[in-house]
């Protein structure tokens, strides 16, 4: 994920959710011409400190402008590269993408850390993340994606999904059936097998079947 030419330059760790989704993104986009610094989850570097007081990634680079918030790198890029669209014209539904993308980082991103924590602490995160799935899935529709069109509601929603036997949650079995045709079909994507790490691709996949 380089070139000579790359403006564009994302601070990642090849683990990490959040990171995860913005390399789905510019895959999507088809952005194949970006450098990736790929850091390891127990190395510090100087340059993203410079970069970003909170010395945190994802963090996009592109010429003189820096962002380091997931979702405001998610809607940069969108903008950016505006085709394919990811996100609603309509400004109620852009409202409405935007707060379920606001659920899933609160509700869902928040419990990676405690994931793969202590066993105590992980075992509550599991029962809390199996919970979540299991109203997700009760409200899920026959649609291919939780929206009209494939959005960054989706590219936000795949990650955690791709992580769950890595992080040993379970779907939930009733009522999980449209949840798992939708994660398979977000897992087939082309984009989604360009998006994955090293790491990641290298996780045991989720019961999708």
């Known amino acids: 994920m380089a ?3 790359s403006t564009i330059t994302l601070y990642s760790r090849e683990a990490c959710a959040h990171s995860h989704r913005v390399r789905l993104v510019m895959a999507e986009k088809g952005v194949a011409s970006y450098d990736v610094v790929e850091l390891r989850e127990d190395q510090e570097s100087e340059d993203l400190l410079e970069l970003n007081p909170y010395n945190t990634v994802p963090t996009l680079v592109d010429r003189e402008l820096v962002v380091y918030d997931p979702r405001i790198i998610l809607e940069y890029i969108d903008e950016r590269y505006p085709h394919p669209p ?4 309509d400004p109620v539904l852009r409202a409405q993408y935007r707060l379920a993308i606001f659920r ?3 509700d869902l991103y928040t419990l990676c850390d405690d994931l793969e924590s202590t066993p ?3 075992r509550k995160a599991r029962e809390r993340m199996t919970e979540l799935l299991a109203t997700l899935a009760a409200d899920f529709s026959s649609r291919p994606y ?3 069109e494939f959005s960054l509601v989706d590219c ?4 955690i999904l791709w992580r769950l036997r890595h992080y040993g949650v379970e779907l939930p079995e009733r009522r999980g059936k449209q949840l798992k045709k939708y994660a398979r079909r977000l897992f087939e994507r082309p984009a989604f097998a360009q998006s994955l790490s090293a ?3 290298d996780m045991e996949q ?3 079947g």
């Open 104 to 106: 899933m980082e609160s």
């Open 3 to 5: 070139s000579r030419s």
């Open 120 to 122: 105590a602490v992980a």
């Open 206 to 208: 989720p019961d999708v």
């Open 156 to 159: 936000t929603l795949a990650p």
């Open 86 to 89: 990811l996100m609603p014209v």
């Open 199 to 201: 790491f990641e691709a």
């Open 146 to 148: 939780i929206g009209e």
